[in-house]
């Protein structure tokens, strides 16, 4: 009786957490790019969050910046998510 008492508490523990878990908000989207082109064809680099940060790394390496394209296509993050406007 004690085993099954048990286990329900515990599978009621479990679904109760499952249930008012909140998704992950740690999502961070890069608006800037380093590219760097040379004789091995060259790279890119969408690890920066301002375009002076990126230009600190780019001005020592012959890279410029540009706009991230997939932060323009995914947008600035879930800021306005659940946001009505009218």
Avoid: H, K
């Amino acid at each position: 009786m004690r085993r099954v008492a048990y286990r329900l508490l515990l599978a009621f523990s479990l679904l109760g957490g499952a249930l008012l878990a909140s998704p992950s908000s740690a999502e961070i989207y890069r608006p800037w790019c380093a590219q760097y082109y040379g004789s091995n064809g060259g790279g890119t680099n969408c690890g920066f969050v301002s375009y002076e940060q990126c230009m600190m790394t780019a001005r020592g390496a012959g890279a410029w910046c540009v706009w991230n394209p997939w932060n323009v296509a995914y947008g600035q993050g879930r800021s306005d998510r659940g946001r009505r406007i009218w």
